[in-house]
């Protein structure tokens, strides 16, 4: 029997900032190997990634995008302005793309944030795939704040003993972690919840493995009523790195100096800001812990300095090292590395797990305390710093992590999910599975 051939382009939209960026591009290449092209819509004003890493796709401009300057002015409203204004320009991106292409669109892939790109799916009867590159977690989280009455949720939350009670067949989720998924104050993003929820997709593909987040997989997959397919994590197999900030390898130099498992590695991710005092504090903690430690701290990213204080560079240059960036997966992999204190990004928690790192969790905002939640009391293989980060405080979590008793349970736990999750990359594992079932289910659309 003749094999049926079936549309062999796809077109990823992907949200303008490093940690989405990256795994929209990871996904690309995965899904590149497997045999299709990749036409990839970057905004007019937000061209953060450069072409020329990813010479096999192609590249196209969605004009009149809002520039991400313009966040500054709030998260909510710099996502809906965005999405009102490159709704129209899309679908005339995609009316040109089908002409060039002879109509051979398999699917669009958008990430949630970038949900105008359904009315073009809907419009052209293109399937149309929603990407998180968030959790499973956070995103039947965002399904809970899409039905709820908002004005109700935003009295209710406030009552302590709502707050710590469970919600409803989603153990161990707390209401409490469901005000924290927005960028800043939940009421703006409650209706972007409900805007993202209202959108009729084909399809759900999640960075996550299936180990690591069944219940709230298969919760996911009976509310949506859509495949849903966890092919994470991206990172272990993506070949190209798509950093859109410059890497300093020297850090590799100074890591391979220092003894097996005795460093902590910190990185806040490409976005979070920090206080002064704050960062004084940090550096004291990890001064006293008396353990070697490597300190991404980006230009700006110090609140009213564009570098490090002088006391802090003081301290630091006895035990420590400082980079503006450093490539994450090489350090995470170094024998030297030991632990990583991260914002609990879920980008930089699923690179710690791949390589058996323990975590300390100091999130920020958004999703991020979800994820720590994970860390330290699901998978428990790390510790959270609630509250105000202080010298004492920093010295206790970094001895937890690399020197008491406990760490080595914590170690041992991680090591266990790194082999969980190879082996679900690995040819017949559940999340290389899970992209050749993909595959086959656009080859039946």
């Not at 994820?371 to 790390?382: D, P």
Request: with cysteine; charged share 20%.
């Amino acid at each position: 029997m003749e094999k049926r051939t079936y549309k062999k382009w796809i077109v990823l939209v992907p949200f303008p900032e490093q940690g989405h960026l990256t795994t929209m591009m990871q996904l690309g290449q995965a899904l590149h190997l497997k045999g299709f092209s990749i036409t990839v819509a970057l905004g007019e004003s937000n061209q953060v990634i450069s072409p020329q890493h990813f010479p096999d796709f192609h590249f196209v401009i969605i004009p009149e995008s809002v520039p991400m300057s313009l966040k500054k002015f709030g998260p909510a409203e710099f996502l809906k302005n965005l999405n009102k204004t490159s709704e129209a320009s899309f679908k005339e991106c995609i009316a040109q793309l089908l002409l060039q292409h002879d109509n051979d669109i398999a699917c669009i892939i958008y990430d949630d944030l970038m949900y105008f790109s359904q009315y073009a799916a809907e419009e052209f009867k293109i399937p149309s795939v929603r990407f998180s590159t968030v959790s499973a977690t956070h995103q039947v989280c965002g399904c809970v704040l899409s039905k709820v009455n908002a004005e109700k949720f935003l009295v209710e939350i406030k009552d302590p003993d709502v707050r710590d009670k469970l919600v409803e067949n989603l153990h161990p989720l707390k209401y409490k972690h469901l005000e924290n998924l927005g960028m800043g104050p939940l009421e703006p993003f409650l209706e972007i919840f409900r805007e993202i929820g209202s959108r009729k997709v084909s399809a759900m593909i999640i960075n996550t493995a299936s180990f690591l987040e069944s219940s709230s997989l298969s919760w996911l997959q009976q509310e949506l009523g859509i495949p849903v397919f966890p092919i994470g994590p991206l990172h272990i197999t993506a070949s190209v790195n798509s950093s859109i900030l410059e890497e300093d390898m020297s850090c590799i130099e100074w890591l391979n100096k220092q003894k097996p498992r005795s460093v902590i590695y910190i990185s806040f991710g490409s976005q979070a800001q920090m206080e002064t005092k704050e960062v004084l504090e940090m550096a004291w903690g990890l001064y006293n812990s008396n353990q070697p430690f490597l300190w991404v701290i980006r230009p700006g990213s110090i609140s009213g300095s564009e570098w490090l204080p002088e006391e802090v560079s003081k301290i630091v240059s006895e035990k420590g090292y400082i980079v503006k960036w450093a490539p994450q997966i090489k350090v995470l992999e170094h024998p030297a590395v030991g632990g990583y204190w991260c914002h609990s990004g879920w980008n930089s928690t699923l690179e710690s797990i791949g390589v058996g790192v323990p975590m300390i969790c100091r999130p920020f905002h958004g999703e991020q305390k979800l994820n720590a939640m994970y860390i330290e009391s699901v998978w428990k293989i790390g510790v959270e710093i609630e509250g105000e980060v202080e010298r004492g405080v920093v010295e206790r979590a970094v001895t937890r992590l690399l020197v008491d008793e406990e760490s080595a349970s914590m170690r041992e736990r991680a090591l266990v999910l790194k082999e969980k999750v190879k082996a679900a990359v690995r040819s017949g594992g559940s999340s290389y599975n899970a992209l050749d079932e993909f595959v086959n289910y656009l080859e039946r659309k």
